[in-house]
């Protein structure tokens, strides 16, 4: 019965995953702790592996169309990774209502940045033939991609939410090319945050591949067919689940546990 959850569940992330671009992946640690009942410390691991594996396959038809700020992965890579092991550190350090509680307003967050008008490209950069500005824009991407980093390590989440509006906004990318690299950023954090969870951590194989699998074929399913659907109006309805969900996690946590 339980393969039979992980199989739905896992399917149902990957066409939300497929039709919104990533946003979906927000839901995993959720739906293994109180889908599935899993621990905390044997979900963060196995959303890390959903997330990294499923960015994996997004990112290879980006990268085949050039739609992928190397140098910016770099340097996202370069800073995130350090701090998803933080993040991970940090996470053993705390008791798991927190880490809850916490995970919680990351998922306000989100749902809140699903709301918003992303739309529009900033010019904080130069992005171009010219290249990127770095004396302008370090002192935004570095605290960005240190931010991302950490959250993947504390939470098990892909920080797509948050890498795409500050490429975007921030950084001046064009959506395509910021999407390409998020997923490069995600894949290199989530690998880092696998690793610096595996240590001790007891994961269930099979509920894992089960979980995974039917999220990857999920996510090409629904990418396929994402272009019938009004993502805008399906992204609004998610944020309003996610907004949900956030207030099942508080309640769950702070009055029932």
Known sequence: MTLIIALVLGAVIGVLVGLLGGGGSILAVPALVFGLGLGLEEAIPI???VIGVASLVGAIPKIREHQVNWRMAG???ACGVPATFAGSAVG????QSVVMIGFAAVMIVAGIRMLMDRGDTGTACEVGDAGIDWRRCAPRSIPAAA???????L????????IIPALVLMLGLEMPVAIGTSLVIIVANSAAGLISHLSGAS???AITAAFAGTAIAGSLVASHF???VDTDRLQRWF????????AYVLVDTIFLR
């Open 226 to 228: 994402g272009t019938r």
């Open 75 to 77: 340097v996202f890579a």
């Open 47 to 49: 959303s890390l592996i």
């Open 147 to 153: 931010l991302v980093g950490f959250l993947t390590g």
């Open 239 to 246: 944020a309003y689940l996610v907004f949900v969900v956030a």
């Open 203 to 205: 994961i269930d194989w």
């Open 92 to 95: 053993r350090l705390l008791p």
């Open 155 to 162: 939470f098990g989440v892909g920080g797509g939410f948050l």
